[in-house]
C-alpha cells in the first residue's frame, strides 16, 4: 500500500522466473488461439508468441491482463505451487498489523492471487499520498467517511458503498472524519518479489 514511484521503482520483469511453458500451456488449457488471447490481453500475436518462446519475459502488467483472461492466477503463470489453506479464517487470528499509519487485519488466507484486509485509516493519515501500482482494488466503506481520490476526480463514501478500480489509476485513500475510516479492502496481490513494492514495510503492533 505504500506509493511506488515508477522513475525509482526496479524493474520487475528482471525478477521474474521463466514463463514461457506456462503461458502457452494455460492458453491451450482455455482452448484460445494466439490471436484471440493476444487480443483479449491488449497484446499483438506477435508479442504474446515471443512471450510464448521465452524471447521476451512479461512485464507485471502483462501478467495481469493474461490471468485474467486465462482464468488463473498470477502465481500459476509463474508456475508456483501452492499448499493448502484453510478456507476460513476465525477472527482470533485476525492480528493487527500496521502500515504507514494504518491498521490492517488479515480477512483471508495468506499467499493468494487475492488480499482480503479489514483496514482502519486514521485521520490525515497519508492523505497526499497517491498510489500507483498494477492490480485491481475494491473497497467497502464499514465505518466513517472515506476520501477517495481516482485521477482527477474526489468521491466521498459513507458506510455502504463501496469503489472498485484499477490500481494503475492514480488513487489516494483519506478518512473524511477525524474518528478514521474503517474499510473491507480487497487486491489482487502479485506473487513476485516486487509484490512488497505494494505494501511497503510493516511492522506487527497491537490496534490503537
Not at 477525524?178 to 487486491?187: A, S
Amino acid at each position: 500500500m505504500s506509493t511506488v514511484d515508477p522513475a525509482s521503482a526496479p524493474d520487475p520483469a528482471a525478477d521474474l522466473p521463466a514463463v514461457a511453458p506456462q503461458l502457452r500451456a494455460l492458453r491451450r488449457r482455455a482452448s484460445l488461439t494466439l490471436e484471440a488471447a493476444a487480443r483479449d490481453a491488449g497484446l499483438s500475436p506477435a508479442h504474446l508468441s515471443r512471450l510464448e518462446t521465452g524471447r521476451r519475459q512479461p512485464s507485471l502488467p502483462m501478467l495481469l491482463a493474461l490471468a485474467r483472461v486465462y482464468g488463473t492466477t498470477v502465481s500459476e503463470l509463474l508456475g508456483e505451487t501452492v499448499p493448502e489453506r484453510d478456507a476460513v479464517v476465525r477472527a482470533a487470528d485476525m492480528e493487527p498489523t500496521r502500515a504507514g499509519g494504518w491498521t490492517y487485519w488479515q480477512a483471508g488466507a495468506p499467499g493468494r492471487g487475492m488480499q482480503a484486509l479489514r483496514v482502519h485509516v486514521p485521520y490525515g493519515s497519508q492523505g497526499d499520498i497517491v498510489r500507483v501500482h498494477p492490480g485491481e482494488e475494491w473497497l467497502y466503506v464499514l465505518k466513517g467517511r472515506l476520501r477517495l481520490s481516482l485521477g482527477d476526480a474526489t468521491h466521498v463514501l459513507a458506510p455502504g458503498d463501496s469503489a472498485h478500480f484499477d490500481s494503475l489509476t492514480p488513487h489516494r485513500i483519506a478518512a473524511g472524519d477525524r474518528d478514521g475510516v474503517d474499510l473491507l479492502f480487497v487486491h489482487t496481490l502479485l506473487q513476485s518479489p516486487t509484490a512488497a513494492l505494494c505494501l511497503g514495510p510493516t511492522t506487527t503492533g497491537e490496534a490503537p
